[in-house]
């Protein structure tokens, strides 16, 4: 059996998976911080539910990263979590004209 790891790799070798990968990089990215920041704190996706007053299945749509979360829902989370939202612009690898 394949593990997703290895398998990821293999498609990223593919050019269209590849760039669709990228594309979605920031929801990934943003799921990955609020799994991280859910189990720093100690708290299953029932917990944090309940201190943000809403359903479990809310949290697990926003660590799948299938819904994009207002700044008010991550300030939520933030308070519930123990942690400070921080949002911050990077640099680009290139420069759009």
């Known amino acids: 059996m394949?593990?997703?790891?290895?398998?990821?790799?293999?498609?990223m070798k593919n050019k269209e998976y590849r760039k669709a990968y990228d594309k979605l990089s920031p929801e990934f990215?943003?799921?990955?911080?609020?799994?991280?920041?859910?189990?720093?704190?100690?708290?299953?996706?029932?917990?944090?539910?309940?201190?943000?007053d809403t359903t479990q299945s809310v949290i697990a749509r926003l660590e799948s990263g299938r819904?994009?979360?207002?700044?008010?829902?991550?300030?939520?989370?933030a308070a519930a979590t123990g942690t400070r939202l921080r949002i911050s612009f990077e640099p680009m690898a290139f420069s759009p004209r």
């Open 2 to 11: 394949s593990k997703i790891r290895d398998l990821h790799q293999n498609w």
């Open 29 to 52: 990215a943003l799921a990955h911080a609020v799994i991280n920041a859910r189990v720093t704190a100690g708290l299953t996706q029932l917990q944090l539910a309940r201190r943000m």
């Open 67 to 77: 819904t994009r979360p207002s700044t008010q829902t991550l300030e939520r989370l």
